[in-house]
């Protein structure tokens, strides 16, 4: 009888207060090894004791969702559960079990009241998922509380924004309680200093949330990254200054020679051995830029000699049913030829 609720107990959103973890969930619970051992008979202070021993969360079946699932068998006053488990500062793990439990049962108002407090913790907790550990912050696990509708495998039950509340009347007007208010009324609002952070101190994540603040979208980041890169680029290309000298000195040179071979054209004074020479260099010239200079005289003489090769095509075979063929056929056997 250790996986029924006490009849007299409230409950929770119109039913027993252990549906609100899923079906298959508290069965693989119930059929766990530490349920049936450790789990039996217990009261609130013993979960507060057991709690004080585990050492990681997450996981199924995990000692941490045993626990809390006889929390909400056993359903302790919720001032207990922020006396004993949230507000004690020296085991971290049944803090988290409590900050749960009280996220599950918790009135709207009581859980931004009690949770928000607790994003000044820092602590590491050593989180079992389905495949793998990883660590988990205590801040970020709170985070997950008030923001996801999903943590740790179990379905949350829906809790209304702050602001809402704040409309209603459930909760004072202003932002939630931090220990950066006065850095921030140094800084000028949350913006200004998300931008220090961001640009100053280098720090993605305030440059994340910056932009999600101001509406950047992705595209937009695209667009900046494509112009920083463009621009650097630029920068850093080298002018289109030659890299050696000789190659200057040779167009002067060149320049030079083709006035003076003018000149010598008009006036009638050039020699075969200026053309001899100037021909040499030509094919220098040619040599050098490799590929990327094509003779056209060479492609002609190819062709021509590719075309020179090629056989003539034969002659086509006579008909069968013409005289010439069969006057051939007559002739090979030693017989007239017809008339």
């Given at each position: 009888?250790?996986?029924?609720?006490?009849?007299?107990?409230r409950?929770?959103?119109?039913?027993d207060?252990?549906?609100?973890?899923?079906?298959?969930?508290?069965?693989?619970?119930?059929?766990?090894?530490?349920?049936?051992e450790?789990?039996?008979g217990?009261?609130?202070v013993?979960?507060?004791?057991?709690?004080?021993k585990?050492?990681?969360?997450?996981?199924?079946?995990?000692?941490?969702?045993?626990?809390?699932?006889k929390?909400?068998?056993?359903?302790?006053?919720?001032?207990?559960i922020?006396e004993s488990?949230?507000?004690?500062?020296d085991?971290?793990?049944?803090?988290?079990?409590?900050?749960?439990y009280?996220r599950?049962t918790?009135r709207?108002?009581d859980i931004?009241?009690?949770?928000e407090?607790l994003?000044r913790?820092?602590?590491?907790?050593?989180c079992?998922?389905y495949?793998?550990?990883t660590?988990?912050?205590?801040d970020?696990?709170?985070?997950?509380l008030?923001?996801e509708?999903?943590?740790?495998g179990i379905?949350?039950?829906r809790?209304?924004?702050r602001?809402?509340?704040?409309e209603?009347?459930?909760?004072?007007d202003g932002?939630r309680?931090?220990?950066?208010?006065?850095v921030l009324?140094?800084?000028?609002g949350?913006?200004?200093?998300l931008?220090q952070?961001?640009?100053?101190?280098?720090s993605?994540?305030?440059l994340?949330?910056?932009?999600?603040?101001?509406?950047?979208?992705t595209?937009?980041?695209?667009?900046?990254?494509k112009?920083t890169?463009?621009?650097?680029?630029?920068?850093?290309?080298?002018?289109?200054k030659?890299?050696?000298?000789?190659?200057d000195d040779?167009?002067q040179d060149?320049?030079?020679r083709k006035?003076s071979s003018?000149?010598k054209?008009?006036?009638?004074?050039?020699?075969?051995?200026?053309?001899k020479?100037?021909?040499?260099?030509k094919k220098?010239?040619?040599?050098?830029?490799?590929?990327?200079?094509?003779?056209?005289?060479k492609?002609?003489?190819s062709?021509?000699?590719?075309?020179?090769?090629?056989?003539a095509?034969?002659?086509?075979?006579?008909d069968?049913n013409?005289?010439?063929?069969?006057?051939e056929?007559?002739?090979?056997?030693?017989?007239?030829?017809?008339?």
């Open positions: 009888m250790a996986n029924i609720t006490d009849p007299l107990i409950a929770i959103q119109g039913s207060p252990q549906n609100l973890m899923e079906y298959i969930t508290r069965q693989k619970i119930y059929d766990s090894r530490y349920w049936k450790e789990c039996f217990l009261a609130a013993d979960v507060l004791e057991k709690a004080a585990i050492q990681t969360i997450g996981g199924l079946p995990s000692k941490f969702l045993c626990l809390t699932l929390l909400l068998q056993l359903q302790p006053d919720a001032e207990d922020i488990f949230i507000q004690q500062d085991f971290k793990y049944v803090r988290a079990l409590g900050a749960l009280l599950m918790g709207p108002d931004y009241s009690e949770l407090p994003y913790d820092f602590r590491k907790l050593r079992r998922r495949q793998d550990w660590l988990l912050y205590m970020e696990f709170i985070h997950q008030l923001t509708t999903q943590v740790l379905t949350l039950p809790l209304p924004a602001a809402t509340l704040q209603a009347g459930y909760m004072d932002p309680p931090t220990a950066l208010r006065e009324e140094d800084a000028g949350p913006l200004e200093f931008k952070k961001a640009f100053q101190q280098n993605q994540a305030a994340d949330l910056y932009e999600k603040r101001q509406g950047i979208t595209k937009d980041k695209k667009k900046k990254d112009e890169t463009s621009t650097s680029t630029k920068r850093d290309e080298p002018d289109d030659p890299t050696t000298k000789s190659s040779e167009r060149d320049k030079k006035h003018k000149r054209k008009e006036e009638g004074e050039v020699n075969d051995d200026d053309e020479s100037s021909k040499k260099k220098k010239k040619d040599r050098s830029y490799g590929s990327l200079v094509k003779d056209s005289r492609k002609s003489k062709k021509s000699s590719e075309a020179d090769d090629i056989p095509p034969a002659a086509p075979p006579p069968e013409s005289e010439e063929y069969w006057n056929q007559r002739a090979k056997l030693g017989l007239k030829a017809l008339k």
